[in-house]
């Protein structure tokens, strides 16, 4: 995982946060200072926080969690695309639909109807349209697709929830309160970092910033994924156990049943033959004489 230093912070403007009268108390401890009317970030502080956000993405990877990135300011919408393509995780970089956590039924109706426009947008089914409905075809796709796009294959709530100025996506935030998601966030001296459980303390406007965070962030959850153990091809789809439910990794040929070893007892003395008597001989049967 990449080192990120106090100099590369400096070099990104991480440590300009918002002027003194717009400032939130609760940030207070994350503040070094003022400078021109500006609060100063403590970057020393930020670099343990990182630290420990990556450390919680990097797990999250190694167990196949999901992570949704959201920021949707025009300064960070890119970085955070290019982090969820990156990482082949969900995305919002425009417009947070409401609804998009808690109200899953409506998304994925949504959803459908994308699909089901790209599907009528497909040559062969446009044969026998006009221009214009073709055009209006395209305009709702293209409406949908931006809102949407992202999140299109998120099939299940993400693990985590990842957002650049919890201020701006308010929404996203209070949506992923109420399930419990984990946040992870971006937090400028102007934000409330209550509901955040992995805080970073910020320059959230920035595009610099927000490119060099969130590039740590995906190295970290590269990492993770990669730690991921890639099962060996085994032979058959049967395991053997053992009594205590343990898995053997000895590879089974042809199981045609899960097999129980029990380890704690012995073997029963085998037993020694038992000889059959042979059949006793019937004595023969006297036929009597017919009566005359």
Same mark, same amino acid.
């Given at each position: 995982m990449k080192k990120v230093n106090i100099r590369e912070l400096l070099?990104?403007?991480? @440590?300009?946060? @918002?002027k003194t009268k717009y400032w939130n108390p609760k940030m207070q401890d994350n503040i070094y200072g003022d400078r021109n009317g500006i609060h100063i970030i403590n970057l020393e502080k930020t670099i343990p926080q990182i630290e420990s956000t990556c450390d919680f993405v990097k797990k999250l990877?190694?167990?196949?969690? #999901?992570?949704?990135?959201?920021?949707?300011?025009?300064?960070?919408?890119?970085?955070?695309?290019?982090?969820?393509?990156?990482?082949?995780?969900p995305y919002v970089s425009n417009r947070w639909l409401g609804g998009t956590l808690t109200n899953n039924k409506t998304i994925s109706k949504s959803?459908?109807?994308?699909?089901?426009?790209?599907?009528?947008?497909?040559?062969?089914? #446009?044969?026998?349209?006009?221009?214009?409905e073709v055009l209006t075809l395209k305009r709702s796709h293209g409406k949908?697709?931006?809102g949407l796009g992202g999140i299109r294959d998120m099939?299940?709530?993400p693990d985590a929830i990842f957002i650049v100025d919890v201020n701006y996506e308010k929404n996203a935030v209070k949506e992923a309160i109420v399930l419990g998601i984990p946040i992870l966030a971006i937090v400028d001296t102007n934000s409330s970092p209550e509901g955040v459980d992995y805080l970073i303390?910020?320059?959230?406007?920035?595009?610099?910033?927000?490119?060099?965070? #969130?590039?740590?962030i995906v190295e970290s959850y590269q990492e993770g994924k990669r730690t991921i153990p890639v099962l060996e091809e085994i032979?058959?789809?049967?395991?053997?156990?053992d009594s205590e439910g343990k898995i053997s990794t000895t590879k089974i040929k042809k199981k045609k049943k899960i097999v129980i070893k029990k380890t704690s007892q012995k073997a029963p003395a085998e037993e020694a033959p038992v000889?059959?008597?042979?059949?006793?001989?019937?004595?023969?049967?006297?036929?009597?004489a017919p009566a005359e």
């Amino acid at each position: 995982m990449k080192k990120v230093n106090i100099r590369e912070l400096l070099e990104a403007g991480a @440590h300009f946060g @918002h002027k003194t009268k717009y400032w939130n108390p609760k940030m207070q401890d994350n503040i070094y200072g003022d400078r021109n009317g500006i609060h100063i970030i403590n970057l020393e502080k930020t670099i343990p926080q990182i630290e420990s956000t990556c450390d919680f993405v990097k797990k999250l990877a190694s167990q196949s969690g #999901t992570i949704l990135f959201v920021g949707t300011k025009k300064s960070v919408k890119d970085a955070i695309k290019n982090a969820g393509v990156t990482c082949g995780m969900p995305y919002v970089s425009n417009r947070w639909l409401g609804g998009t956590l808690t109200n899953n039924k409506t998304i994925s109706k949504s959803i459908k109807k994308l699909e089901n426009l790209e599907e009528a947008l497909k040559e062969e089914n #446009t044969l026998g349209l006009s221009k214009k409905e073709v055009l209006t075809l395209k305009r709702s796709h293209g409406k949908l697709e931006k809102g949407l796009g992202g999140i299109r294959d998120m099939k299940k709530l993400p693990d985590a929830i990842f957002i650049v100025d919890v201020n701006y996506e308010k929404n996203a935030v209070k949506e992923a309160i109420v399930l419990g998601i984990p946040i992870l966030a971006i937090v400028d001296t102007n934000s409330s970092p209550e509901g955040v459980d992995y805080l970073i303390a910020s320059n959230d406007d920035s595009r610099l910033t927000t490119e060099l965070i #969130t590039s740590i962030i995906v190295e970290s959850y590269q990492e993770g994924k990669r730690t991921i153990p890639v099962l060996e091809e085994i032979e058959d789809d049967f395991v053997e156990v053992d009594s205590e439910g343990k898995i053997s990794t000895t590879k089974i040929k042809k199981k045609k049943k899960i097999v129980i070893k029990k380890t704690s007892q012995k073997a029963p003395a085998e037993e020694a033959p038992v000889e059959e008597e042979a059949p006793a001989e019937e004595a023969p049967v006297e036929e009597e004489a017919p009566a005359e």
